[in-house]
């Protein structure tokens, strides 16, 4: 039972999250991309824009190649495109939507450095013998697609020069899943959106997601949410006079009190598949078992939506993150354990016990190229966790045959990806 003086600070909300630093989106209006008098470019416009280019200015920035590769957000029966720009300096991305004004090509978007607080807006033109190539039926050749268009810092006006020259299309020979941490960034990261949330998960894909890994725990009442840390605090609310477990809490209590801290609330574990299933090209969910009890609940959403995936040609695959021994035990509880779609961060002999399709050791453990071997062999997949830093990511992807990495940019992943040659 709470204690009553946690009761009375209920009473009053004190949502006073206060941050000593920021990276806010700048605001990307720009009139003539925003005009009546531009349309939305076709799928084939987009396809031909795809690839790994040269950055011939701006590299002090941006660095010296950029992946570029498009993603969506759907909402209803409207569908918004982005084009991101993945750079290989530190951790920078360019997010962009495109739009088409006679035969122009315009994109209008901003800038962020995710080791930093860097951001500005990021205008580009593409005109003339450029744009026909991508607005025809045109097939990109190295050299001839050049993208041109100016940035600048924070709100300001751009006035830096940035260019990009198409060298090669995408790498895509085998396949890599691209697992964005809590959803698809840190809270600490200062991205758009609070770790977690229905929000961070739409914009993953755009931040070079393939799939994310989500926190699950339980309200007192037994409703599975996301949250990531074991007790209520202000690395990741609004300061409200709540403290302790998830757990201590009903969800009417959470969903009406509680505020994470870019004002969501704390979603549903059905709300974040809702997204993942309705809003995003997402195809794969790690599912994070952070409780210690029942996981009834969490295997029949998992099923739920795998089934309504399938029902509308989707590929998406759900899996029950097994973090601990304690989970481990109550996961063999289930019905048929062998055969639900798992992921399994402890030893391979836990992986085989329970027919894991995924084997998933922390980075630190090295390489383990004959443990990996081992699992391809059984017919499993091996993902590692979670690889942040650009020197140890292109290490894994140069010398281990791990099928997935979890981190929490996955901008920088999906660029030495796509760039691979």
Not at 335 to 340: C, L, M, S, T, V
Request: aromatic letters at 10%.
């Amino acid at each position: 039972m709470m204690k009553p003086y946690i009761f009375v600070s209920l009473l009053v909300l004190i949502f006073s999250c206060k941050k000593d630093y920021d990276a806010p989106v700048p605001r990307t209006k720009w009139n003539v991309f925003d005009s009546s008098a531009t349309t939305s470019l076709t799928i084939n416009t987009r396809s031909k824009m795809e690839g790994v280019y040269t950055v011939t200015e701006g590299a002090d920035v941006f660095g010296n190649f950029s992946a570029l590769k498009w993603s969506y957000t759907a909402s209803g029966k409207d569908t918004t495109y982005h084009l991101t720009m993945f750079c290989d300096r530190q951790v920078v991305y360019i997010i962009c939507e495109g739009k088409r004004l006679d035969s122009n090509i315009l994109l209008s978007g901003y800038w962020r450095n995710m080791v930093n607080t860097e951001t500005g807006l990021a205008r580009f033109t593409i005109s003339g013998a450029n744009s026909a190539k991508l607005l025809d039926n045109t097939i990109a050749t190295p050299g001839t697609t050049i993208i041109t268009g100016l940035f600048g810092t924070g709100e300001a006006i751009p006035d830096r020069n940035i260019s990009l020259t198409y060298n090669r299309p995408l790498y895509k020979a085998k396949p890599l899943e691209i697992v964005a941490h809590r959803g698809g960034g840190r809270t600490s990261d200062l991205l758009p959106a609070s770790e977690n949330t229905v929000e961070i998960i739409k914009m993953a894909a755009r931040l070079g997601a393939t799939g994310i890994e989500i926190d699950v725990r339980y309200t007192s009442d037994g409703v599975p949410v996301l949250f990531h840390d074991a007790t209520l605090n202000e690395r990741l609310i609004q300061r409200n006079g709540m403290v302790g477990p998830i757990e201590n809490y009903n969800f009417a209590q959470l969903r009406s009190l509680v505020r994470l801290p870019d004002g969501e609330q704390i979603p549903t574990l059905r709300e974040a598949l809702d997204a993942v299933l309705y809003n995003t090209p997402l195809q794969f969910v790690w599912l994070d078992t952070k409780f210690n009890g029942s996981m009834q609940q969490e295997r029949a959403l998992q099923q739920e939506y795998m089934q309504k995936a399938a029902a509308i040609g989707r590929n998406l695959n759900i899996v029950i993150g097994i973090p601990d021994k304690d989970v481990l035990s109550n996961f063999k509880k289930l019905p048929d354990y062998q055969n639900i779609p798992s992921v399994c961060e402890l030893t391979p002999e836990d992986v085989s016990a329970v027919n894991a399709r995924i084997w998933a050791p922390r980075w630190t453990l090295g390489l383990q190229n004959e443990e990996v071997d081992r699992m391809h062999a059984a017919g499993r997949k091996a993902f590692v966790w979670t690889l942040d830093v650009p020197d140890n990511i292109k290490k894994y992807f140069n010398e281990s045959g791990f099928n997935g990495i979890l981190s929490n940019y996955p901008s920088s992943v999906a660029y030495y990806y796509y760039a691979k040659q």
